[in-house]
Each structure stands twice: as structure tokens, then as C-alpha cells.
């Protein structure tokens, strides 16, 4: 039985495949446009998902779409009608594109992929829930997903059971915790749907002075977790833009202008935003722990890659255990339809063994050796062939030296979430190597924190946290005894002069409340990259790596051997690894005709 799930035409579109209830392949569509957030049609991630599972369309039993389209453009028109006569010109503008395109989307789908089976439509939060139960190791959960919207619903309580999900409650549209975050988003300059975990990053240099100023004016927040916003602040009903005038006078300050400096004000708004966020979380969670009474949690939406919201939730202990599905956005959903056609359509049986299906979020393209191999030799660059043991020891050395390393291993991850696939390590222990991998690597802001990958059963040598965190989901705090005393003078440094205060033994990835996003690494999952810090904990008696996805500011993350090589030139790396391949930047020719390739990316 071969079901293709797919999301598409709004934002990460992306394919998955699943064959007799296993995940075979997953992947979104901008790793092979090149294009971030890419919402066209996933031809090439369909393209991929077949050829990994060894199938031709004809093959296929079911293709699911993740949500509902007609009900959509009902929500769509009726927000315009009630708001009329303002909104005309988005409205003008909207109603083309879905009278010609979107609402066509079983067609649509039948045409790009010349099939003619059945097609299967669930609701946006059905797919986001399906995603977080089905692939989970518990056999009975409490589910809560958080986004922007879906047709209606921008949140919803679930519980899965079995091979059945029971939807008990949802939060519509306008009140969204999503639409709310992306609203100061906006506010604070970033881009909307691309930039909130800038602000969830900007968040610690910060104090939550306005959280009062949120609750009073802006939202009406109820005991269980619900609320509803006062949309005479916000704009996105209507408008051209997420918030108004009178959302700014709220906080005495204009919408800053992207790109500008970032004051403290700013920072100070961000950690009220998310100070807001987290409770409403809590609340959430709380409540459908009382309404449910499961032990275990589900998370999926948008809002779930709040890590730093969701490792509140695991401290605050409301479940026994909390599992997070790793492409928790809109890409997801497209695991999700799949899933939820195989048990809630299909009705097959569902039966955990204590792990989750993910396979570690591995789902995407894989190179082979020979691949690899001919690609190198075709652009004459110069690289060394390792085995597995020396490949760990000089990745391992490089690291210890003050390296930072490309690494380029096995299938690429599904999800926002580099997990040693595509990855950029270092070392971090380096006080200097957050500002390095920023500025001279990543191309990016400077208060940006770096995760840290860890060995699974060292987690909680290190970190506040003494349960799995795979899919780099979950915040928490570095432990005491590895942290740095703060002089006096550095006591009263505020905002961003605390970043160049060394917080613990690992600066590079401690954030500057003590925090860390942490991705715990299991040698059943990722053997070689297990392997790598291991080998880096025998050198350094420190079992932790800073792990930062594969790509430049503005650019997703890289998907071919191609890719990482370019990249690699393009930056101020210095080794790069190629599955057994180790290519050093200082044995390579300079790239030719390559000076305005920054140009070809949006930099958000």
C-alpha cells in the first residue's frame, strides 16, 4: 500500500511517502528550488519520494493533501465580507489567485502528477495531529497543535489513541497564538512566517517589562488556555500589514525597520512576547492534561518550534513525557494526511515498540560513495578518502584545533532542524565560536544561538534535562556545576553586551539566560556522527558539539554534495566532509565567476 501525502501552495511545501504504515521518505520542496519557504507545487519532492521507495505514480493507492481548501476560501470570505468595505484591495487581489488555482487542488494534483487514484483531503490541524501522534512512541496521547490557521482552527486539543484521533476542542481564527508571534514578528522587523525564532532568540537579552501591556491590551487570556485578541491592534484581517498605529503606541515606538539596529526596547518586547507565549502553552497543557488525563503529549504546528516553550512545559513536569514532531510547520502536514490515511481512513491496526517512526527525521536524499566520487573528480578538487575510525579522529582533531567543519553525512534531515545531516560543527568550548560561525559563516545576526548536539546518555552531565530531546526541540538549562560565575561588573551588563560574557564551560552554545536548545545524538539513529563525538570527548573530555544547519543566511539548507561544496567555498569554513571525503579549503582553487552569488538569495 503506497500513500503520498503532500502539502503545498502556502508556505514549505513538501512530499512524503509511506509505504504499509512506514515512513519511507519525507523532504520539502525548497531544498531542491533553492528557493526558503518555497510553496509551489513539490514536483521535486514527490520526484524524490517515489524514487525512494522504488515506485512510479501508477503505483500509488492514495495521495492525501493536508488540508481543506473549500473550507479555506469559506473562512477567506467571510473574514472579507465581515469586514467589508476595507480589505478590498487584498481581497481583489486574493480571490483570482484562488478562483483560478487554489481551490482546484484535487485537479491540480492529478494534473502535476498524470494520476487519476483517489485523493484524500483532512483539515489543516487533522494532518498537524496525525504528525504528532502517529509517528510517536505512545500508544495513548494528549495532542496540542499551534499555528498561524488552518481552514479555521489555529489551535486544537486532541487525543490520539490507538489508530483513532479524538479532536475535543479548538481556538478559531482571528485569536491565534501563531498570527499573535507573527504579529511582533512584524513589529520588530523580522519576516513574517521566516523570522520568529530571531525573536525567540532575541528574547533572553531581554527583560519581560511589557508582558502587562500584552495581557491588558492586545489579549484576553482565559484559565484553560484559550483566548481572544482585541483586533483593533492588528491588521492582518484586512491590511497590508500585521499590526496598526495603535499597536505601536501601545509600546511608544514605531515598527522597526528591518535590517536596523536592534535596541533594547526590542529585546525587552521579545522577552514579553515570549514570557506570554509560554504561559499560554502552559495553560494549554495543563488544561488538556485535566480534560484528558494522559500521561504523554503530542506537540505539532508551527508554534511547537518554540523549543523554548516546550522545554517549560517538559520542566513544569504537566506530562510524564513529551514528543515533538521535528517538521512541526506546514511541511509536516504532508506526513500527517499520509499517516491519517493509513489509520483513520484505512483503519490499520497501530502498535507502538517504545520508539518513535521518524528514523531519527533522516527521510531525505542520500548520496551514494560513487556519487560522491565522481563528483569531486569532475571539478578537480582536491580531497582525501578516509575510513570510518581515522574519519572520526582528524574530523575530531580539526574540531579540537578551532576548526569549523562541513558536515555532509547519510539522508538528509526532514524538518527545519539540521541533526548532524547537514550540519556546521565546532567546538564548544571556543568563547569566540558563536561570533565566528555568525558573522564569517552564517552570515547572520550576531545574538543568534548556536544548539549544542550532545551523546545521548550524557545529556544530563551537562544540561538540566534528563530525557531524550533527538529532534533539537527542547530547551534547557546548562548544568550548574558547568556553568561561570558572573563578576560584578558583568552583573550589570544588560541587553547585548551580555553576549561576549562567557556563561559556562561550553560559551559557544550557552545562551545568555544559562539555556540551550539541545539535540541529544543516539547511535541507532546517527552511528557516525555518535561516533564523531565520541572520538571529540576522548580528546576533550567534553561529549558536546555546536550543531548549526548547513546553509547561509537566507538559503535553505543543502541537499547535494554539489551544494555543500559551494557553500563550503563560500564561506569561511575550513574542512569539509563528504560522507568518507574530507576536502581541506586551504588544498582548493578559489571559485571562479562567483563574487554577487549572495545576490541570488533573499536575505530575510
Same mark, same amino acid.
Given at each position: 500500500?503506497?500513500?503520498? @501525502?503532500?502539502?503545498? +501552495?502556502?508556505?514549505?511545501?513538501?512530499?512524503? %511517502?509511506?509505504?504499509?504504515?512506514?515512513?519511507?521518505?519525507?523532504?520539502?520542496?525548497?531544498?531542491?528550488?533553492?528557493?526558503?519557504?518555497?510553496?509551489?507545487? !513539490?514536483?521535486?519532492?514527490?520526484?524524490?519520494?517515489?524514487?525512494?521507495? @522504488?515506485?512510479?505514480?501508477?503505483?500509488?493507492?492514495?495521495?492525501g493533501?493536508?488540508? $481543506?481548501?473549500?473550507?479555506?476560501?469559506?473562512?477567506?470570505?467571510?473574514?472579507?465580507?465581515?469586514i467589508?468595505?476595507?480589505?478590498?484591495?487584498?481581497?481583489?487581489?486574493?480571490?483570482?489567485?484562488?478562483l $483560478?488555482?487554489?481551490?482546484?487542488?484535487?485537479?491540480?494534483?492529478r494534473?502535476?502528477?498524470?494520476?487519476?487514484g483517489?485523493?484524500?483531503?483532512?483539515?489543516?490541524?487533522?494532518?498537524?495531529?496525525?504528525?504528532?501522534?502517529? !509517528?510517536? !512512541? =505512545?500508544?495513548?496521547?494528549?495532542?496540542?497543535?499551534?499555528?498561524?490557521?488552518?481552514?479555521?482552527?489555529?489551535s486544537?486539543?486532541?487525543?490520539?489513541?490507538?489508530? $483513532?484521533?479524538? %479532536?475535543?476542542?479548538?481556538?478559531?481564527?482571528?485569536h491565534?497564538?501563531?498570527?499573535?508571534?507573527?504579529?511582533?514578528?512584524?513589529?520588530?522587523?523580522?519576516?513574517?512566517?521566516?523570522?520568529?525564532?530571531?525573536?525567540?532568540?532575541?528574547?533572553?537579552?531581554?527583560?519581560?517589562?511589557?508582558?502587562?501591556?500584552?495581557?491588558?491590551?492586545?489579549?484576553?487570556?482565559?484559565?484553560?488556555?484559550? =483566548?481572544?485578541?482585541?483586533?483593533?491592534? +492588528?491588521?492582518?484581517?484586512?491590511?497590508?500589514?500585521?499590526?496598526?498605529?495603535?499597536?505601536e503606541?501601545?509600546?511608544?515606538?514605531?515598527t522597526?525597520?528591518?535590517?536596523?539596529?536592534?535596541?533594547?526596547?526590542?529585546?525587552?518586547?521579545?522577552?514579553?512576547?515570549?514570557?506570554?507565549?509560554?504561559?499560554?502553552?502552559?495553560?494549554?497543557?495543563?488544561h488538556?492534561?485535566?480534560?484528558?488525563?494522559?500521561?504523554?503529549?503530542?506537540?505539532?504546528?508551527?508554534?511547537?518550534?518554540?523549543?523554548?516553550?516546550?522545554? $517549560?512545559?517538559?520542566?513544569?513536569?504537566?506530562?510524564?513525557?513529551?514528543?515533538?514532531?521535528?517538521?512541526?510547520?506546514?511541511?509536516?502536514?504532508?506526513?500527517?494526511?499520509?499517516?491519517?490515511?493509513?489509520?483513520q481512513?484505512?483503519?490499520?491496526?497501530?502498535?507502538?515498540?517504545?520508539?518513535?517512526?521518524?528514523?531519527?527525521?533522516?527521510?531525505?536524499?542520500?548520496?551514494?560513495?560513487?556519487?560522491?566520487?565522481?563528483?569531486?573528480?569532475?571539478?578537480?578538487?582536491?580531497?582525501?578518502?578516509?575510513?570510518?575510525?581515522?574519519?572520526?579522529?582528524?574530523?575530531?582533531?580539526?574540531?579540537?584545533?578551532?576548526?569549523?567543519?562541513?558536515?555532509?553525512?547519510?539522508?538528509?534531515? =526532514?524538518?527545519?532542524?539540521?541533526?548532524?545531516?547537514?550540519?556546521?560543527?565546532?567546538?564548544?568550548?571556543?568563547?569566540?565560536?558563536?561570533?565566528i #560561525?555568525?558573522?564569517?559563516?552564517?552570515?547572520?545576526?550576531?545574538?543568534?544561538?548556536?544548539?549544542?548536539?550532545?551523546?545521548?546518555e550524557?545529556?544530563?552531565?551537562?544540561?538540566?534535562?534528563d530525557?531524550?530531546?533527538?529532534?533539537?526541540?527542547?530547551v534547557?538549562?546548562?548544568?550548574?556545576?558547568?556553568?561561570?560565575? #558572573?563578576?560584578?561588573?558583568?552583573?550589570?551588563?544588560?541587553?547585548?553586551?551580555?553576549?561576549?560574557?562567557?556563561?559556562?564551560?561550553?560559551?559557544?552554545?550557552?545562551?545568555?539566560?544559562?539555556?540551550?536548545?539541545?539535540?541529544?545524538?543516539?547511535?541507532?539513529?546517527?552511528?557516525?556522527?555518535?561516533?564523531l563525538i565520541?572520538?571529540?570527548?576522548?580528546?576533550?573530555?567534553?561529549p558536546v558539539?555546536?550543531?548549526?544547519?548547513?546553509?547561509?543566511?537566507?538559503? !535553505?539548507?543543502?541537499?547535494?554534495?554539489?551544494?555543500?561544496?559551494?557553500? =563550503?567555498?563560500?564561506?569561511?569554513?575550513?574542512? %569539509?566532509?563528504?560522507?568518507n571525503f574530507?576536502?581541506?579549503?586551504?588544498?582548493?582553487?578559489?571559485?571562479?565567476?562567483?563574487?554577487?552569488?549572495?545576490e541570488e538569495?533573499?536575505?530575510?
Amino acid at each position: 500500500m503506497n500513500i503520498l @501525502g503532500i502539502s503545498a +501552495f502556502y508556505h514549505d511545501s513538501a512530499a512524503c %511517502l509511506v509505504q504499509d504504515g512506514e515512513i519511507i521518505a519525507a523532504a520539502q520542496e525548497e531544498r531542491f528550488t533553492r528557493k526558503k519557504h518555497d510553496a509551489s507545487f !513539490p514536483k521535486n519532492a514527490v520526484d524524490f519520494c517515489l524514487e525512494k521507495g @522504488g515506485i512510479q505514480v501508477g503505483d500509488l493507492d492514495y495521495v492525501g493533501f493536508y488540508d $481543506k481548501p473549500f473550507i479555506k476560501f469559506e473562512r477567506i470570505l467571510e473574514t472579507y465580507l465581515g469586514i467589508a468595505p476595507k480589505g478590498l484591495k487584498q481581497y481583489l487581489s486574493a480571490v483570482p489567485v484562488w478562483l $483560478k488555482d487554489k481551490l482546484w487542488t484535487r485537479t491540480n494534483i492529478r494534473k502535476n502528477l498524470d494520476y487519476n487514484g483517489p485523493v484524500i483531503f483532512s483539515e489543516h490541524h487533522e494532518s498537524h495531529a496525525s504528525s504528532a501522534f502517529f !509517528p510517536s !512512541p =505512545f500508544q495513548e496521547a494528549a495532542i496540542l497543535t499551534m499555528d498561524g490557521v488552518g481552514e479555521w482552527a489555529t489551535s486544537s486539543l486532541a487525543l490520539g489513541k490507538d489508530n $483513532k484521533i479524538e %479532536l475535543l476542542q479548538e481556538l478559531h481564527f482571528p485569536h491565534s497564538l501563531g498570527l499573535l508571534y507573527s504579529a511582533f514578528t512584524y513589529y520588530l522587523g523580522f519576516k513574517v512566517n521566516s523570522g520568529e525564532y530571531k525573536v525567540m532568540g532575541l528574547a533572553p537579552y531581554g527583560k519581560p517589562i511589557y508582558s502587562n501591556l500584552i495581557r491588558e491590551n492586545l489579549i484576553d487570556l482565559k484559565e484553560d488556555g484559550s =483566548f481572544r485578541m482585541n483586533m483593533e491592534y +492588528f491588521d492582518f484581517l484586512g491590511g497590508l500589514t500585521m499590526t496598526n498605529e495603535k499597536f505601536e503606541a501601545v509600546f511608544g515606538h514605531p515598527t522597526r525597520k528591518s535590517e536596523s539596529r536592534l535596541t533594547q526596547k526590542e529585546m525587552d518586547i521579545a522577552a514579553s512576547l515570549q514570557e506570554v507565549t509560554e504561559e499560554i502553552m502552559l495553560k494549554m497543557a495543563r488544561h488538556i492534561r485535566e480534560k484528558t488525563g494522559a500521561k504523554n503529549l503530542c506537540l505539532a504546528g508551527g508554534v511547537a518550534l518554540n523549543c523554548v516553550g516546550n522545554g $517549560k512545559i517538559l520542566k513544569e513536569k504537566i506530562f510524564e513525557n513529551v514528543w515533538v514532531q521535528p517538521a512541526a510547520g506546514d511541511a509536516g502536514g504532508a506526513l500527517g494526511i499520509a499517516l491519517c490515511t493509513w489509520y483513520q481512513v484505512l483503519n490499520n491496526e497501530r502498535k507502538t515498540n517504545g520508539k518513535d517512526s521518524m528514523k531519527g527525521a533522516y527521510l531525505g536524499p542520500h548520496f551514494k560513495e560513487s556519487e560522491i566520487q565522481n563528483y569531486l573528480d569532475s571539478q578537480d578538487i582536491v580531497y582525501r578518502k578516509l575510513g570510518e575510525t581515522e574519519l572520526s579522529q582528524a574530523v575530531a582533531a580539526d574540531l579540537k584545533a578551532g576548526k569549523v567543519v562541513g558536515w555532509f553525512q547519510g539522508p538528509m534531515e =526532514f524538518g527545519p532542524r539540521a541533526l548532524g545531516g547537514r550540519s556546521i560543527i565546532g567546538d564548544p568550548r571556543n568563547p569566540k565560536m558563536q561570533s565566528i #560561525m555568525n558573522l564569517k559563516i552564517k552570515y547572520r545576526e550576531s545574538f543568534r544561538p548556536f544548539a549544542p548536539s550532545v551523546l545521548a546518555e550524557k545529556v544530563n552531565d551537562w544540561f538540566e534535562m534528563d530525557s531524550e530531546s533527538p529532534y533539537m526541540l527542547m530547551v534547557a538549562g546548562v548544568q550548574k556545576d558547568k556553568r561561570v560565575s #558572573m563578576t560584578e561588573e558583568q552583573k550589570n551588563l544588560f541587553g547585548i553586551d551580555l553576549l561576549n560574557v562567557p556563561r559556562s564551560q561550553i560559551p559557544a552554545i550557552t545562551h545568555v539566560d544559562y539555556s540551550a536548545r539541545i539535540q541529544t545524538v543516539h547511535k541507532d539513529t546517527n552511528r557516525r556522527y555518535y561516533d564523531l563525538i565520541s572520538e571529540f570527548e576522548k580528546e576533550t573530555q567534553c561529549p558536546v558539539l555546536i550543531n548549526t544547519s548547513f546553509n547561509v543566511r537566507g538559503e !535553505p539548507i543543502v541537499c547535494t554534495p554539489e551544494q555543500a561544496y559551494l557553500c =563550503f567555498m563560500r564561506t569561511e569554513m575550513d574542512t %569539509l566532509v563528504l560522507e568518507n571525503f574530507v576536502i581541506d579549503k586551504k588544498d582548493q582553487k578559489p571559485l571562479e565567476d562567483d563574487k554577487n552569488w549572495k545576490e541570488e538569495f533573499e536575505l530575510d
